[in-house]
């Protein structure tokens, strides 16, 4: 069983910042083909919210455009979600998600990922 392994998680008030980890066996984070990360409010379902294929190129959900970064550090296969501007509605459980190469696999904010995370929380109050 492939385990990506999150961090980072937590509570803030709104306007307030997280970081958010993640750590995985190579295949999944420094050679996958798409790693991105998914989310799941409350009460709601989940969606993707960035993703940075393995060229580096990277897209966002347009909720998260202007606030959100997603970046890599492939020397320590660990993903990373900048997190700025935290909103309420950002409340959710977090997760990372990778995707080794498929054929039609589009690198784009989506829920579809082969291999995932346990999740971390993220609470934002008003």
Known sequence: QVQLVESGGGSV???GSLR???VGP???ISYAFCT??????PGKERGG???????GTTSYTDSVKGRFTISKEDAKNTLYLQ????K???TAMYYCAAQTWLWGFDCRPRTDFTY?????QVTVSS
């Open 26 to 28: 190579s295949y999944t």
């Open 13 to 15: 008030q709104a306007g």
């Open 36 to 41: 991105g990360w998914v989310r799941h409010p």
């Open 20 to 22: 958010l980890s993640c």
């Open 49 to 55: 919210v960035a993703t940075i294929a393995n060229d």
């Open 116 to 120: 995932w995370g346990h999740g971390t």
């Open 88 to 90: 309420p509605e950002d």
């Open 83 to 86: 997190m700025n501007g935290l």
